[in-house]
Nanobody, 116 residues
Framework: QVQLVESGGGLVQAGDSLRLSCAAS???????MGWYRQAPGKEREFVAS???????DYAHSVKGRFTISRDIAKNMVYLQMNSLKSEDTGVYYC???????????WGKGTLVTVSS
């Protein structure tokens, strides 16, 4: 059974950087991995994803500021977030699926709060 555990969230100021981590167990490198977020009062939205072949995709709002990466040997996925803005505030979820936009399994999330 797959388990995805996020960490690294916290309270930062606008312009700061933060790196989120996702520890994946019970999975393999054949899957795509991704990050989604949910702001207060809003629906969950796509942030970034990476396929098994390292193809990546990003939401327009984070392109150029966020970078997704994975360490297959450690079963870890990361989201490096730079130049954070208040609108990046939300709960960030790690996800696993068969395609860049087809996620089936989710972690419980880690909260990121960006103060302006």
């Amino acid at each position: 059974q797959v388990q995805l555990v996020e960490s690294g969230g916290g309270l930062v100021q606008a312009g700061d950087s933060l790196r989120l981590s996702c520890a994946a167990s019970g999975t393999s490198s054949s899957y795509a991995m991704g990050w989604y977020r949910q702001a207060p009062g809003k629906e969950r939205e796509f942030v970034a994803s990476m396929s098994w072949s390292s193809t990546t995709d990003y939401a327009h709002s984070v392109k150029g500021r966020f970078t997704i990466s994975r360490d297959i040997a450690k079963n870890m996925v990361y989201l490096q977030m730079n130049s954070l803005k208040s609108e990046d505030t939300g709960v960030y979820y790690c996800a696993r699926g068969w395609s860049l936009h087809g996620m089936n399994d989710w972690g419980k999330g880690t909260l990121v709060t960006v103060s302006s």
